[in-house]
């Protein structure tokens, strides 16, 4: 039962283009998403957030999509720099106040110089 | 930066033993959780703890895990009898209720059952 789905496994992407990640889910009750980043070795990151009365969340070079009727979202880098290859994880949860949040498979991002 | 600190950070014990990890969550934080990920697949939630209880399980965490916050600073997980799938990195997280940064996440335990 994959409520929180990332359909690409891997992506690749030259230096300072745009890394495009996408997530998808099927929980309609989900309300507040995330992204994180994990380098291996190491814990998952935060990197940025986004609830459902928005439709977009900037910070610096990443962009997180909202499409709540489509059940899509997406992670926008934009220039990709090669210290933003790792893995990156959507998850999902009904709520910001404790709730644990459901994870994707992730996606691993390379970016080459 | 405040951080979650996860000891050890590589735990190899065999099979049918008891191991204990153990997880400082960040001073102010207010929930805490357990996650892991055995190799090549997603992070799998485990248990959620809030006020001293567990607030939230899912399945993988049966008879044979517990959790506990013994002082009020560590956390910890303990898996009796462990089996050779249980080997995985475990993640322990924590999280103010309402933070716009959802979990903060420990480096993670690497634990190998041999």
């Known amino acids: 039962d994959q409520q929180v789905k990332q359909n690409s496994p891997s992506l690749s992407v030259q230096e300072g283009r745009i890394s495009i990640l996408n997530c998808d889910y099927t929980n309609s009750m989900f309300d507040y998403f995330l992204w994180y980043k994990k380098y291996p070795a190491e814990g998952p990151t935060f990197l940025i957030s986004?609830?459902?009365?928005?439709d977009k969340n900037e910070d610096g070079r990443f962009t997180v999509f909202l499409n709540k009727s489509a059940k899509h979202l997406s992670l926008h880098i934009v220039p990709s720099q090669p210290g933003d290859s790792a893995v990156y994880f959507c998850?999902?949860?009904?709520?910001?106040?404790?709730?644990?949040?459901?994870f994707g498979p992730g996606t691993r991002l390379s970016v080459l110089p | 930066e405040p951080e979650v600190t996860q000891t050890p950070s590589h735990q190899v014990t065999q099979m049918g033993q008891e191991v204990i990890l153990r997880c400082v969550p960040i001073s102010n934080h207010l929930y805490f959780y357990w996650y892991r990920q055995i190799l090549g697949q997603k992070v799998e939630f485990l248990v959620s703890f809030y006020n001293n209880e567990i607030s939230e399980k899912s399945e993988i965490f049966d008879d044979q895990f517990s959790v506990e916050r013994p002082d009020g600073s560590n956390f910890t997980l303990k898996i009796r009898s462990t089996k050779l799938e249980d080997s995985a990195m475990y993640f322990c997280a924590s999280r103010l209720q309402g933070s716009n940064y959802g979990y903060t996440f420990g480096s993670g335990t690497r634990l190998t059952v041999v």
């Open positions: 998850a999902a949860s009904p709520d910001n106040y404790g709730q644990n949040f459901v």
């Open positions: 986004i609830s459902s009365i928005k």
